[in-house]
C-alpha cells in the first residue's frame, strides 16, 4: 500500500511529489500524459523560470524527484477512485492500487468558443491570462472575445498593456485566421481587424469522469470544493491545482505558482494525517 498516490503529472501533481519525496513517503505518481496547457510553448508569471517551455518545467521536476527513491512516476491513466474500510482503491489498466490519501491533480480541459480558426491559435496568440500572457502583447492592439460582464474589467486590465484594446461579442466573430505577428478577426459586419492576440473565456470543467463514484463536493464553479489544504468532502482524497477551489476564493485560481503552492500544502496536509494516524 502506497502512503499516497497523486494523480496529474502537472505543476500541482509534481511538487506533491516533491514534497511527499523529501518525506521519505512510499508514493506513486500516475501521469496520463495530458496536459491542459500542452498547447503552450512559453509559462510566464514563474519566479526564475518565466518563459520557459512547460513541457521543459515538467522534464525538470521529473529529474529532481528522481533523486528520491521512494516516489516512483508511472506513466499511466487512472480510470476509477473509490473509498472503502479507509482504504483508498485507484484502478488503472495496469491494475487496482491501495493509497491512504489520493492527490488529485488532474487539471482541467477548455472548451472554447465555436469560433472557426480560434483552437488552431489557442495557448499563443489566443489566451484566456492576462497575468500569463498579456505582456507578450504589449504596445500592440488586443481583443477581448468575451460577452460577460468580465469582459470591461479584463478591458481594464490590459490597458497598460496593449496600444489598443478591442472588446468584441463573440457571436460578433465570424472567423479567425492567423496572420504574420497575430491574428485577423473577421467580423459579420464585415470588418476585419488585426490584433497581436485574443483573450477568450472558455468553459472549463474537472478533467476525470473517473472521479463522479467519490460523490465529491463541488463549488458553484464546477470546481472540487477544497480547505486551504487541498482537504476534499471525502477523507483521504485531496484536491490541487486548476480542479480545486477553496471557500475563501471566488473561484479556481489558474496559476502555476498557485497549483505548486497547492500541491505541496496537500502534501504536506498528507503526512501530517499519517502522522496522527
Same mark, same amino acid.
Given at each position: ?12 501533481? =509534481? ?30 508569471? =514563474? ?13 525538470? $521536476? %521529473? ?12 506513466? $499511466? ?65 488586443? $481583443?477581448? +472575445? ?9 478591458? %481594464? ?35 476585419? /481587424?488585426? +490584433? ?31 480547505? /486551504? ?16 477551489? /477553496?471557500?475563501?476564493?471566488?473561484? /479556481?485560481?489558474?496559476?502555476?505558482? $498557485? ?19
Amino acid at each position: 500500500m502506497y502512503d499516497a498516490i497523486i494523480i496529474g503529472g502537472g505543476p500541482a501533481g =509534481l511538487q506533491a511529489g516533491l514534497t511527499l519525496g523529501r518525506m521519505h513517503r512510499r508514493t506513486l505518481l500516475l501521469d496520463s500524459g495530458e496536459y491542459r496547457n500542452a498547447t503552450v510553448r512559453h509559462a510566464h508569471n =514563474l519566479l526564475t523560470n518565466d518563459g520557459r517551455d512547460p513541457a521543459e518545467l515538467r522534464r525538470i $521536476a %521529473r529529474a529532481e524527484i528522481a533523486a528520491y527513491d521512494t516516489v516512483e512516476i508511472r506513466d $499511466a491513466a487512472a480510470t476509477d477512485v473509490s473509498r472503502a474500510d479507509g482504504v483508498l482503491t485507484v484502478e488503472t489498466a495496469g491494475g487496482r492500487l491501495s493509497a491512504h490519501a489520493v492527490i488529485l491533480a488532474t487539471g482541467v480541459t477548455d472548451e472554447l468558443p465555436s469560433i472557426p480558426g480560434l483552437a488552431a491559435h489557442w495557448g499563443d496568440t489566443v489566451a484566456n491570462c492576462p497575468f500569463c500572457h498579456g505582456h507578450e502583447f504589449a504596445g500592440r492592439p488586443v $481583443a477581448v +472575445v468575451n460577452a460577460s460582464p468580465h469582459a470591461a474589467v479584463l478591458a %481594464r486590465m490590459l490597458e497598460p498593456v496593449a496600444s489598443e484594446v478591442l472588446v468584441i461579442d463573440p457571436a460578433a466573430v465570424r472567423e479567425v485566421v492567423g496572420i504574420d505577428g497575430g491574428l485577423r478577426l473577421h467580423l459579420l459586419d464585415g470588418s476585419a /481587424p488585426e +490584433v497581436a492576440g485574443a483573450f477568450v473565456a472558455p468553459t472549463s470543467s474537472v478533467r476525470g469522469g473517473f472521479l463522479d463514484g467519490l460523490n465529491l463536493m463541488r463549488q458553484d464553479s464546477g470546481a472540487l470544493r477544497t480547505d /486551504p489544504f487541498g482537504r476534499t468532502s471525502v477523507e483521504g482524497v485531496y484536491a490541487v491545482g486548476d480542479i480545486a477551489q /477553496p471557500d475563501h476564493l471566488p473561484g /479556481p485560481l489558474f496559476s502555476l505558482a $498557485a497549483a505548486i503552492a497547492g500541491g505541496q500544502l496537500a502534501a504536506v496536509a498528507v503526512v501530517q494525517s499519517l502522522v496522527m494516524d
